[in-house]
């Protein structure tokens, strides 16, 4: 997998597909749209045990044999292959997993969807804008979506939600708002999610890219207070808001600051109604807080205890600090 992490890490790495699950989501195999921005293309493909194959067409028809390019690792559960100056056009990926499949493309190119991101408006009168949300967006509820790309053209791409295992959902519409900026109110899916685009080159040739992130829509919502500094010498409480969106549910907060763990939080537990909220305290240590530097980062999640309903999210407190 050193060679699918090396390629995939490179600042002009793009996905152009992410997809797993189960044999049954593979049977229908998977095409991956391939343009001349393409320097480079590499398929890393593993399975959860041995006896699984996986075949790759190129969009002249032809297989790739296993072994025949000098890029082509065969592993016992998988295959990684790396193609240079690939041919433009319709790559086919036919899958044999024993079980259960995971499936990665990555090119490199300078198209790329740059990021993805659900935000909500903001900012201090004159300064007002759209900013990303702490956590995940809330399933049921109208969600803003933004999206940034490398090289946006003329005719615009065509945006689409994607299933956990590689397959369309959706189609959303978004509203260019600046050269490389799209955003817009989309309605979320009731299963996790990617964001992607779809569309032609001027040569004519299908593109596809796709984020890394997988979005979920949930139940419960970690508000954090309207604070952006805290001062050195003193414990100090934070009033975080738990807001329910669901069904009758229990969740435990958590809290850390890097790598520690902050073990003072009130209460630690909430049993939370249907569409209501609760008010829960963090308390950040001096000593926390006076080996911290300039600014701190603190990260607070809610997760469901009920395993048949699973449920979490979280909030990011930036905090500046102010020494005496």
């Known amino acids: 997998m050193g060679v699918f992490m090396a390629e995939s890490s490179r600042s002009d790495s793009a996905m152009i597909l992410w997809a797993g699950g189960t044999a049954a989501d593979a049977q229908a195999?998977?095409?991956?749209?391939?343009?001349?921005?393409?320097?480079?293309?590499?398929?890393?493909?593993?399975?959860?045990g041995t006896g699984g194959s996986a075949e790759i067409v190129t969009p002249n028809g032809a297989v790739v044999r296993a072994g025949a390019v000098s890029g082509d690792t065969i592993l016992n559960c998988g295959r990684i292959l790396s193609i240079d100056a690939p041919e433009a056009g319709p790559w086919r990926v036919t899958l044999a997993p024993s079980s259960r499949f995971w499936m990665a493309v990555h090119a490199r190119s300078d198209r790329d969807l740059l990021t993805a991101e659900f935000v909500r408006a903001g900012g201090r009168p004159g300064h007002e804008g759209?900013?990303?949300?702490?956590?995940?967006?809330?399933?049921?509820?109208?969600?803003?979506?933004?999206i940034a790309l490398s090289e946006p053209e003329e005719p615009l791409p065509v945006f689409e939600l994607f299933s956990a295992q590689g397959r369309s959902i959706a189609r959303v519409a978004l509203d260019k708002v600046?050269?490389?900026?799209?955003?817009?109110?989309?309605?979320?899916?009731?299963?996790?999610?990617?964001?992607?685009?779809?569309?032609?080159?001027?040569?004519?040739?299908?593109?596809?890219?796709?984020?890394?992130?997988?979005?979920?829509?949930?139940?419960?919502?970690?508000?954090?207070?309207?604070?952006?500094?805290?001062?050195?010498?003193?414990?100090r409480p934070l009033a975080f808001i738990l807001r329910n969106y669901g069904g009758s549910a229990r969740y435990r907060l958590t809290a850390t600051?890097?790598?520690?763990?902050?073990?003072?939080?009130?209460?630690?537990?909430?049993?939370?109604?249907?569409?209501?909220?609760?008010?829960?305290?963090?308390?950040?240590?001096?000593?926390?807080?006076?080996?911290?530097?300039?600014?701190?980062?603190?990260?607070?999640v809610a997760s469901s205890e009920d395993p048949d309903q699973s449920s979490t999210n979280n909030a990011i407190l930036r905090l500046e600090i102010v020494r005496p």
Not at 38 to 46: G, H, M, N, S, V
């Open 29 to 48: 195999g998977f095409v991956v749209p391939v343009d001349q921005s393409a320097k480079r293309l590499t398929f890393a493909i593993t399975f959860d």
């Open 130 to 146: 759209l900013f990303r949300i702490n956590g995940s967006p809330i399933a049921g509820r109208p969600a803003t979506l933004r």
């Open 178 to 235: 600046g050269d490389d900026e799209f955003v817009g109110e989309i309605e979320l899916p009731k299963v996790p999610f990617r964001v992607g685009v779809r569309g032609a080159d001027p040569d004519g040739d299908r593109y596809q890219r796709m984020s890394g992130r997988m979005f979920h829509g949930e139940t419960v919502e970690v508000v954090p207070p309207p604070v952006n500094e805290v001062s050195a010498g003193a414990d």
């Open 257 to 300: 600051v890097g790598g520690q763990v902050l073990t003072h939080i009130e209460p630690p537990v909430v049993d939370l109604a249907p569409n209501s909220e609760q008010r829960v305290t963090v308390w950040l240590p001096t000593r926390t807080i006076d080996t911290a530097g300039s600014s701190l980062e603190l990260l607070v």
